[in-house]
């Protein structure tokens, strides 16, 4: 199992490695397997990505964000213009209804409310926020509402994982109530868990994910 200070070390190399991080903003420390990220970055798509690169480091089993966006002056961009723009991203995109999804936008800070039918949908909306200038954080409240069969969607999950896990698919656990699913076991890496969880979504009767896996102690 790695230290703290092997932890740290190999993060602070993965933000230097990430193209879209500045890592000389961003502090590092760790302990017991939790990194903590501090410091300033000019946009949100940092801070995203920064929390990305280090949940790829193989023993990280947690971040702690603890890093603020300080938009320079050139990026601010009022309330209105930013809602103005989500709707306007909304109003051309073939795959999100215009009247499913509700858009507050306050100090910067956007909160999405409303329905899709797929995952998919709601996860292009976010990325597609997550580029703009003038936003610090996302809150992302949209649903996900479908009846579907539950034992086909375990079926099609685990057939899924054993096409795309890392690691036997044996370790990891399913279980189907609605729309929503519970992932239990063991993976040894944030990637993997990001690769099981990606499989799980991929199902467009998943509404709802249930992430309690936890982490083989390397």
């Not at 990280?60 to 989500?86: F, N, W």
């Not at 995109?93 to 100090?107: P, R, T």
């Not at 969607?153 to 890392?166: F, G, H, P």
């Not at 040894?188 to 099981?196: G, K, P």
């Amino acid at each position: 199992m790695k230290t703290d200070a092997q932890l740290q070390k190999e993060v602070i190399e993965e933000l230097k490695y990430e193209a879209t991080v500045n890592e000389a903003g961003i502090g590092v420390s760790v302990k017991d397997g939790i990194v903590t990220l501090t410091g300033n970055v000019d946009n949100y798509f940092e801070k995203y990505h920064a929390e990305k690169a280090t949940q790829r480091v193989s023993g990280v089993h947690g971040v702690a964000m603890e890093i603020e966006v300080k938009l320079p002056g050139s990026t601010i961009k009022t309330d209105a213009d930013i809602a103005r723009t989500i709707d306007n991203i909304i109003n051309w995109s073939s795959l999100i209804s215009k009247d499913s999804i509700q858009v507050k936008v306050e100090k910067g800070w956007v909160t999405l409310s409303g329905q899709v039918k797929w995952h998919h949908q709601r996860s292009l909306l976010n990325s597609s926020i997550t580029h703009l200038m003038g936003v610090v954080g996302i809150s992302d409240q949209i649903t996900i509402k479908k009846d579907i069969s539950k034992s086909v969607v375990k079926t099609e999950i685990l057939d899924a994982l054993n096409r795309r896990a890392l690691t036997d698919a044996s370790d990891i656990n399913v279980s189907v109530d609605g729309g929503e699913v519970t992932l239990t076991g063991k993976v040894h890496s944030w990637n993997e868990r990001a690769i099981v969880k990606h499989a799980v979504w991929a199902n467009r009767d998943v509404s709802k994910v249930v992430d309690k896996l936890e982490m083989f102690d390397l």
